[in-house]
């Protein structure tokens, strides 16, 4: 029996060997299923007079170093912004093919790449230049100086018999163009840049590289107050963004946290913490870079038309607007591209940021070559829209750092270097009052209410009042510290739409933060004792913060005069500082000092006690004592000079 049972389990193992031999030849195909990776692609291809042009790629494949083969085919250019969306989502378009390549052997690899140019031709194909790369020729029929417009490329790639497919963008410039698409690149700097640090120091250090390309930089106060934290990382952060904006083409807007409650600050009453809002963030980058904020305002959210309103009347005569926003997206009509005022706000000039092309800026699941070349034709196609504009046309493309690669960064600037349809441009001037309305866009555009809640409880006013009294207090006192700068921003932080719990939840948080720094004052409440008229109380304070505070001591009495005042400026720059006033004009034998202690501008109580003053010789039964020694000593000099015997000095 136990020798049926062994050879049972040995047949069972042969059989299981095999399954496994089977299965692992499988599983190792599956781990390296072929595929291709475009790192570059021309954005334009310029047609000739001859009606020849070219365009080049540069891909790499996987697996590596394994015989592959290619093919391009070219489609009828898009002529509906709509045709863009299959070709970014890779789906590709159904119509037929205006013409394609033949097969052709990827060679000449150089550390993994594999470059080869297609050469485009509308009549003949010109002459091929010998060279070891693949050089394929690409039929485009049409007349040579009427090939203008954005074509659809389909790129295969073939490797152990498995075919990869790939979608993109080419544009193809046959005449002069009149007026460029006006292109308005900002890169964000929310909380997000900080939580990718290194990428985005990477992105500020090409963006130093690159100082005659107009960009815009958003600041976000909470990420500048993190950046000016000391650590390694805060120090390279702050220098490379001190570089890139070393170029007066590099530009930088108050960029607000998206939840901000404009609307509800306004109507309680705290105007000035919606100049606040804006203006922390241009004392944050002045302090790190030296740099000031132009005067636009870029938005994130939802703001209501009361929040608009609120900009207004605190100073912004510009904004940027997420185009979702607007009741009818400007990227879904053909009359985009110029600013406008919205309805119900004023004479606010805004602009909104283009919502598709934002995103694909945005979309890290596209390799960085491939989404650069469907960024770049997706821009020139909008130019194509209407390339003899009579004014200059804008798009607003919003970037955050924290999902810009520094490649794909590269690749953008080189393909508007060389790119005629487009130009960076900063964003400023795309405001002028003298672009509202032009090229047919509307005058004005309609804003979607925001659904959040923007109701206040009379304990967040009141809580937020003293908060803001107390910071706007405190935060100016402090020398040597950053803490200034972290209790306003936690205090403008909590200033948000939302619930009234979660509001409160906010200020209290900050409000904590206040209090728990104001712990480290006291004043010495022991005894003092005077020696008499004119001699000085020595007050006692306590400072256990690590960092200097300037101060005002506040003596309050009644029965002590003070020659020199009843307020004494102190800087609080040691663990325990003595103060020293003269006084004067004593009343009584003992009192009541009561000494507090504020900050400079006398809004906030930082300390105060309650001190036991005890004049010594100042009572009546110190005077009767005194009279009555005097006495005694005048009558024992009296009785003994009578004492003496007359003509003593004689003898």
Not at 362 to 391: K, M, Q, V, Y
Request: net charge positive; proline share 6%; charged share 15%.
């Amino acid at each position: 029996m136990f020798h049926r049972f062994s050879t049972w389990w040995r047949a069972l193992s042969v059989v299981l060997l095999c399954l496994a031999t089977m299965a692992w030849p499988t599983a190792a195909s599956a781990g390296t299923t072929p595929s291709f990776t475009l790192l570059h692609q021309d954005a334009v291809a310029s047609v000739s007079v001859k009606g020849t042009s070219h365009f080049a790629l540069t891909i790499s494949t996987s697996p590596e170093r394994v015989a592959s083969r290619a093919r391009v085919t070219i489609y009828p250019h898009v002529i509906d912004r709509s045709q863009l969306a299959p070709i970014v989502a890779g789906i590709g378009t159904k119509q037929k093919a205006l013409g394609t390549t033949s097969s052709f052997a990827l060679k000449c690899e150089v550390h993994g790449l594999y470059k080869f140019t297609v050469n485009l031709f509308s009549r003949r194909p010109g002459r091929l230049r010998r060279s070891c790369a693949p050089a394929p020729r690409l039929h485009l029929p049409c007349p040579a100086l009427r090939c203008d417009g954005v074509y659809p490329i389909r790129i295969e790639v073939t490797t152990d018999g498995a075919t990869s497919i790939q979608w993109s963008l080419l544009a193809v410039k046959s005449t002069a163009v009149d007026q460029p698409l006006r292109v308005d690149l900002v890169e964000t700097m929310d909380p997000s840049s900080w939580l990718h640090a290194k990428r985005s120091i990477a992105v500020l250090r090409l963006l130093a590289h690159h100082p005659s390309s107009a960009i815009t930089l958003s600041a976000d106060y909470r990420t500048l107050d993190t950046v000016a934290q000391s650590g390694s990382m805060n120090t390279l952060f702050r220098t490379a963004l001190r570089r890139a904006l070393v170029s007066p083409l590099h530009q930088a807007v108050a960029a607000p946290p998206a939840n901000i409650d404009f609307e509800g600050l306004a109507v309680h009453g705290f105007g000035d913490e919606v100049r606040q809002q804006l203006s922390l963030s241009a004392t944050l980058l002045r302090s790190l870079t030296g740099r000031d904020v132009d005067g636009a305002v870029l938005l994130n959210g939802t703001p209501s038309l009361a929040s608009l309103r609120a900009l207004k009347h605190a100073g912004v005569p510009d904004i940027v607007l997420p185009e979702n926003d607007l009741t009818v997206p400007p990227s879904t009509t053909l009359n985009w591209g110029a600013p406008f005022h919205v309805t119900g706000a004023g004479s606010l000039t805004a602009l909104s940021s283009d919502g598709p092309l934002s995103t694909l800026f945005a979309d890290t699941s596209i390799g960085a070559g491939l989404r650069s070349a469907l960024t770049l034709g997706t821009l020139a196609f909008l130019h194509f829209e209407a390339p003899n504009a009579g004014a200059p046309r804008t798009i607003v493309i919003i970037a955050p750092m924290s999902k810009s690669s520094v490649a794909f960064l590269k690749d953008v600037f080189n393909g508007f270097a060389s790119n005629p349809f487009i130009t960076l441009a900063t964003l400023i001037p795309s405001f002028e009052h003298a672009l509202v309305a032009t090229n047919a866009a509307p005058t004005t555009r309609s804003m979607l209410e925001p659904l959040t809640n923007t109701q206040w409880s009379a304990h967040n006013v009141t809580s937020l009042r003293n908060l803001v009294v107390g910071v706007n207090s405190y935060a100016p006192a402090l020398r040597s510290t950053n803490l200034g700068n972290d209790l306003t921003v936690a205090m403008e932080a909590s200033e948000i739409t939302g619930s009234q719990s979660a509001r409160q939840a906010a200020i209290n948080a900050a409000a904590a933060a206040l209090k728990g720094q104001l712990g480290n004052f006291s004043v010495d409440p022991g005894t003092i004792t005077l020696a008499g008229s004119g001699t000085s109380i020595p007050i006692t304070l306590t400072n256990h913060a690590p960092y200097t505070v300037l101060a005002r001591v506040h003596l309050l009495t009644n029965q002590i005069t003070f020659p020199k005042g009843d307020v004494v400026p102190v800087s609080l720059d040691a663990p325990t500082k003595s103060v020293r006033v003269a006084t004067s004009g004593h009343t009584g034998s003992s009192l009541t000092l009561q000494v507090i202690v504020t900050t400079p501008n006398n809004r906030l109580v930082l300390a105060r006690a309650a001190i036991q003053v005890r004049i010594a010789g100042t009572s009546i039964v110190g005077y009767f004592l005194t009279i009555a020694s005097l006495l005694v000593l005048a009558y024992w000099w009296l009785r003994t000079y009578r004492k003496r015997p007359k003509g003593r000095h004689a003898r």
